[in-house]
């Protein structure tokens, strides 16, 4: 079982919980019973784990999943921070587990910048690094070990071009489409990634992006994103949401303004597009309310256990490692898309689908 601690006033208490974890002197010479948890306490690989926060499903299944791949049956000592999206939450959490001269630090970075003087640290600490989900900027490649995430650019192209294959079937002027973006965590990878594709597709086909609004990723944030949009906006007929929770805000405030979400905006609809494919969001999707959903893959909880175990055989892996995902939509009307030059095929949403899904 990990330990979740919460906020800025971890510190304190996590010292204590890894002290008795590791199993000091003092755990000796308490009865067999206290040195046989002595023993397999002191094999076990202690893991810091510097996570974003609790803002989505997504964010969600992917502690689920770390918790899982880091559990005490499977040999770990997990210390989990959750820095509540706080960027300096975070860069304390990493310099706790350096003091705590933990065995392994993972670290999936709320902000790709503002690394510079505690990844040193970490470096000279000799404490491996093993960063997933969100990326860093390149220029701190040289101060981790790996990192395991998603293209967050070639997410946002697929989605792209499903709107731009959408858009043309349905015989629609690329004049006509009104786009505004829901922003996920600014700067944030998966928000940088997204926003870039996007920009890029708006300027190549044409389209009218007329503003981009603060989510942070947050169903909350999403809706007060939305309803201000709206009233700025009105004309406003496609949404890019940076992820799932943002759109289940934007329907929120879409269908609280009296307006329809769906795909046909000649008819006063308004399309929402997102990320993730979380259940609710696949159900969303079924139901006709977002169009649809660029795929973002959770589970790095085993991806990341198993460059620790090959860390620890002393054999080699992929330093750079990307996760394959898919597209999603409530049917075949696009059958593929394209992006960087390859066709994707688009995944038709069903009941089955939804249920498999488990987050
Ligand atoms: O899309 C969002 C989450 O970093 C890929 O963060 C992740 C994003 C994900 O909160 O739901």
Known sequence: MSRRIKGIAYAAVTTVLLSAALGGCGLAGTGSGGREAQTSKEDALTIGFAQVGEESDWRRANSRSIEDAFSAENGYNL?????????????????????????????????????????????????????????????????????????????????????????EQAGLEPGELKLVNIQGTIGSSAQIGRYAALEEAAEANGWTLLAQARGDFTQAKGREAMQELLETYPELNVVYCDNDNEAYGAIDAIEAAGRVCGRDIRNGEIMILSFDAAAQGLTEVLNGRIACIGECNPHHGPRVRE?????????????????????????????????????????????????????
């Open 79 to 167: 210390l989990f921070e959750d820095a509540q999206n706080v960027p300096e939450n975070q860069i304390k959490a990493v310099r706790n587990f350096i003091q705590l001269q933990v065995d392994y630090i993972v670290l999936e970075p709320i902000l790709e910048t503002g690394w510079d003087t505690v990844l040193e640290e970490v470096h000279e600490a000799g404490i491996p690094l093993i960063v997933a989900d969100r990326s860093l900027d390149p220029s701190y490649e040289e101060y981790y070990d790996a990192w395991v995430g998603a293209d967050y650019l070639l997410e946002g192209r697929k989605v792209c071009s499903w709107l731009q294959k959408y858009a």
């Open 307 to 359: 460059i620790i175990t090959k860390l620890e055989a002393g054999e080699t892996f992929e330093k750079i490692q990307r996760v394959e995902e898919g597209i999603f939509a409530a049917d075949q009307t696009v059958k593929t898309v394209t992006a960087e030059e390859q066709e994707y095929p688009v995944t038709v949403v069903t009941e089955e689908l939804i249920e498999a899904r488990g987050y």
